[in-house]
């Protein structure tokens, strides 16, 4: 059939003929244009042998156009040579100019997704939407045309047909299903629009066998996420738990807490406290694990528990965050009555921040309630060099001098 390309004879390319040897020479003519049925077979034979092919062609098809210039067909041809020669400008300059003068022209597969993707830049979707599917009927399943059909739906909102577009694609590539489930889900105006991509990717990415691991567990996170946001929380509870306990799943640190405050939701402490410890145990430096370890623990009364995991933290923490732990750690041990115990934990809080009044206050009192003298004094001394303008810490150290043994004076000034 004339304009399309299938089911035609391939013939040698036109050829100016040779004088017949003995006969008198004469000029040679320039060689004329193939006619327009030659030049469609010659096309088929460059689709066959390739760049340097379409190359021999290209000044026969621009000849022909000049002529012709509403031939649909031949613009076709001369896009096609374009890509060949990798000028993708012109490309779609041809392929453009096919479509305008024939919306039905069959532009194969590399053509149609090449004019697809620039109608989907210009946000033309239904056009980038024909093209793709054009593309997808040239070369059915199609992962390049399959994933931007998707994007040009969603574009549109028609998101049932997107989702279905999807499913033909898991069925191709699963992993690159899973990764546009995930990117369509962050894109979605509501949370229940991104739940229906988020379920649709859990469903794709789980294993068929219970016993194999997940090769991802993010869907599972991120789709539990979102069943808090729409109020399925045993859901979530499910998708949690199920990452959790994927081989790397406890060293997780935020779905490890979303896990436990599920627990503590639904009245589980025990479980709770159980996440925090096997997560830990994968991640024992971090400390917004061990913060909401020690929290639940003193919330449940454990405070000698507590008191440790909160000596763990201050190890670890910045300079400040470790003054303060430290001194949470002494008010816990003063309120057990451990007074020598808590007096350490306050001189940890000043080694941590030597500037910190909180600190160097705590000391002072401690020490005078454990009859730590020497520890008093350097302790108020140091609250009157922080705050010189209180008159409270010059009295106190006054009257700590003046109760003191001359010998307990003489230790703490050296």
Known sequence: MAGRLHDVELIEPLAPREGRSGSTSSPQKRPEAPARQDLERLCLRAERDGPKAWAQLLPHLKQHLQHSQQDAQAHAWLARAAVAQEDKAQALRSANEAVRLDPQIVLGHSLSLLVARSCADAKRWELAARHCEAALASRPGDLEALEMLVRVLFAQEMHSKAQETLKVLSNYDIERAVSL????????RTSQEQYRWLSKAVEWA???DDKVPWPEFAPLRELGEVCLLVSKNHEAL????????????????DLARALAQLHVRGGRMEKALEVYRTSLTASPDSLPLLRSYWQLLLKEGRTTEAIGVIGQAARIAPTKEAASLHATRAELLQSMGSTNDALKAWEAAAGADEGSSAAWRGIATTASAAGAIVEQLRALRRMVKLEAQNPEWHAKLGLALVGADPSVREREEA
């Open 181 to 188: 489930a995930r990117m369509l889900s962050n894109k979605s």
């Open 206 to 208: 789980k294993p068929k």
């Open 238 to 253: 499910d998708c949690f738990q199920e990452a959790f306990k994927q081989p790397t799943g406890a060293r997780d640190v």
